[in-house]
Nanobody
Framework: QVQLVESGGGLVQPGGSLRLSCAASGFTLSSYYMSWFRQAPGKEREFVAVISWSYGSTLYLESVKGRFTISRDNAKNTVYLKMNSLKPEDTAVYYC????????????????WGRGTQVTVSS
């Protein structure tokens, strides 16, 4: 059974940091691209970052470049999103997603999703 379980969300002040985790199980990650998306209230789900499990190559949403870092731990089958210099506009539910063979920034092209973790940036 495929599972993606996110954790690490919470309330943080502007300028603060959080690290999100996504624990994957039930499938072989070596041929997958793992992504983070986010969805704010009343808005469409938005691509944030992607990493190739095999090659470690990454791609980011322009507005998070230099602030967010996606990484993976092969031994733990876990993907991380380290978020620094957080802004109120980063407030959203953050989702982990997996797609085989090819990278994509389109949510409908992803096969597996977690349930999401809430990130709120507010003073």
């Amino acid at each position: 059974q495929v599972q993606l379980v996110e954790s690490g969300g919470g309330l943080v002040q502007p300028g603060g940091s959080l690290r999100l985790s996504c624990a994957a199980s039930g499938f072989t990650l070596s041929s997958y691209y793992m992504s983070w998306f986010r969805q704010a209230p009343g808005k469409e789900r938005e691509f944030v970052a992607v990493i190739s499990w095999s090659y470690g190559s990454t791609l980011y949403l322009e507005s998070v470049k230099g602030r967010f870092t996606i990484s993976r731990d092969n031994a733990k089958n876990t993907v991380y999103l380290k978020m620094n210099s957080l802004k109120p506009e980063d407030t959203a539910v953050y989702y982990c997603a997996a797609r085989p063979l090819r990278t994509s920034m389109k949510p409908y092209e992803y096969d597996y999703w977690g349930r999401g973790t809430q990130v709120t940036v507010s003073s």
